[in-house]
């Protein structure tokens, strides 16, 4: 479902011009060799390739980079070496191999790529920054000075102008974070954001883009316990949060998710909630705030895996979606494409106030008397011109009476439907906060139950721990009376070392015995 399979010996032009809109398409290459199956790896478009860089595989962290041309459908392998000037600058790293990591962020800066945060083998308290230069095909750190992040993975990094914006993500204690840095290109010097507002919760695994230059958007992501499908939004010009209120196709929650925008609209690919896989691509008109779904997927499928990519670019005038990768019990390797179809305008959502609720049903109702005033006026003259003065009068009379009752019906009409509108507007605004209240209170339930099973191991632990050590005190204890008895023994065995000697001398002299009885010298003399 949503998916076709395009031949190895196909090309560009004929995948452009074949391919249907929303559907993905899975390309197989033209050549033998592809890359090691991955996931939380990072890839971005340059021109017409996709480089893919690091990622994870089997508890193994990788340092590889992989290009795709999206003309020939070839895969290869980019080997980088370090810029000479940085093999004595930085002692921290060691060797010229590029480092291997997984959670990391890739972004374009001018002419170059650079690699933001992630997990690594490498020891770092702080973030690290590293630059690729294709053109040379060399990689160096980046030194960055001033409030410098503390390490992690599974942040978010969005680049407006010179500046990038790195929000929450997993430190290497495992601690979820929620905090905003921005580090200015232009000098490398980073600085803590004060924003206001209610920022979105600790989380990882999330995702983010700009709209107009100057919103950033906050999607899903996962806590240790459970996922989200909150949609977050920060003025750049005020710094300010808020909770856009969307409308549209319901969005499950989901982590591990990959998203890229296409125009204003955001597509977003995979993910899950930690008991499946999200089998829906949706899109959010990030001008309109409206989520619909563009396509599926079976389940277990591909697609439907955590810690994917997903980029887009513009070739030959059309543009295209591009996933890699991810992991859904097994480790994908495999390049799917998609084609998206030009999004209709959809109004959004205009919520009145109860004064205009009210200011609009008094317009009804004076529209609503005058129609009425009208039919009485020409209903009357017809009556004129068939009956008396008297038929008439009685007649305009009870139709007076009637308009008058029918009018009265019609504003009461106008008020109650005006008074339900207002409450069922009320209803949905208590609905979501309900439904956030109880999403919130789950949540911190789920993350109190993990804290009471951790507190409760490490209570058993630690009884053990205080068994044993009665035990082996109860044992040294032992060992002391044992040593006093050796000590004892060894003082006795000395004793009889000592005397042994003295008892055999007097024996072979005989002593007073042997005066007494003689000895068989003294016998032979005789």
């Known amino acids: 479902m949503g998916e076709q399979q395009l031949k190895s010996n196909s090309d560009l032009s004929t995948l452009l011009s074949t391919m249907p809109h929303d559907r993905w398409i899975l ?9 090691s199956a991955r996931y939380k790896h990072s890839a971005e478009v340059v021109g017409d390739k996709l480089i893919v860089i690091g990622g994870s595989r089997n508890g193994r962290y990788l340092s590889d980079i992989q290009v795709f041309d999206l003309r020939s459908f070839k895969w290869s392998t980019v080997q980088l070496t370090m810029n000479p000037k940085h093999l004595e600058s930085d002692g921290s790293i ?6 291997a990591s997984a959670g990391h962020s890739l972004v374009r800066w001018e002419n170059k790529l650079l690699v933001v945060a992630g997990n690594s083998k490498m020891p770092s308290d702080t973030v690290r920054v590293y630059q690729i230069d294709l053109e040379t095909c060399t990689w160096s750190p980046v030194s960055t000075d001033g409030e410098v992040p503390i390490s992690r993975g599974g942040q978010s990094v969005t680049v407006v102008g010179s500046r990038l914006y790195m929000f929450g993500g997993e430190d290497k204690k495992s601690r979820l974070l929620n905090d905003f840095h921005v580090l200015d290109l232009e000098t490398m010097t980073w600085e803590v954001a004060e924003t206001r507002g209610t920022a979105p919760g600790p989380r990882f695994d999330h995702i983010a883009t700009v709209h107009a230059e100057q919103y950033l ?9 459970v996922c989200f499908s909150d949609l977050h939004l920060l003025d750049l010009e005020t710094m300010e949060w808020s909770q856009p209120e969307t409308q549209g196709a319901y969005v ?14 955001w597509y977003i690919v995979g993910g899950g909630d930690n008991k499946s896989g999200a089998t829906e691509t949706v899109v959010l008109n990030t001008s309109k705030f409206v989520w619909s779904v563009a396509t599926a997927v079976v389940e277990r499928h591909p697609l439907a895996s955590e810690g994917l990519t997903l980029c887009s670019t513009t070739t030959n005038g059309e543009k295209l979606v591009i996933a890699f990768g991810g992991y859904n019990g097994n480790y994908n390797n495999e390049i799917f494409v998609m084609k998206p179809k030009q999004k209709d305008m959809v109004r959004p ?34 009556t004129e011109d068939l009956k008396t003065k008297n038929v008439q009068s009685d007649s305009t009379a009870i139709k007076k009476k009637t308009t008058s009752e029918i009018d009265v019906l019609r504003e009461e009409k106008t008020n109650l439907e005006s008074k339900l509108a207002e ?7 208590l609905t979501d906060k309900l439904e956030y209240a109880r999403s919130a209170h789950s949540e911190l339930m789920k993350e109190h139950d ?51 000697p003295t008892a055999a001398q007097q ?6 015995w042997k005066w007494v009885a003689g000895s068989p010298q003294d016998s032979d003399d005789k």
């Not at 958007?217 to 316990?225: A, E, N, R």
């Open 94 to 99: 060691s060797g010229q191999v590029f480092p």
């Open 349 to 382: 959502r205009l919520l009145q106030s109860p004064a205009a609720a009210a200011a609009a049903a008094s317009v009804t109702a004076a529209y609503a008397i005058a129609a009425a005033s009208d039919e009485k006026t020409v209903r009357a003259s017809a």
């Open 450 to 500: 993990s804290v009471h099973s951790q507190l409760a191991a490490e209570s058993s632990r630690c009884t053990k721990l205080e068994t044993q050590i009665q035990t082996a005190q109860e044992k040294l204890g032992a060992i002391g009376s044992l040593e006093e008895e050796i000590e004892t023994l060894r003082r006795e065995i000395s004793q009889i070392e000592r005397k042994v």
């Open 423 to 429: 409450i069922k507007a009320e209803n949905s605004r």
């Open 217 to 225: 958007l906050i999607f899903g992501g996962s806590s240790h316990s």
């Open 507 to 512: 024996q072979r002299s005989g002593g007073v």
């Open 252 to 265: 499950t929650p989901r982590g591990g998710h990959a998203g890229t925008a296409v125009d204003d609209n």
């Open 27 to 35: 390309v197989n290459p033209s050549s033998s060799f592809r890359p």
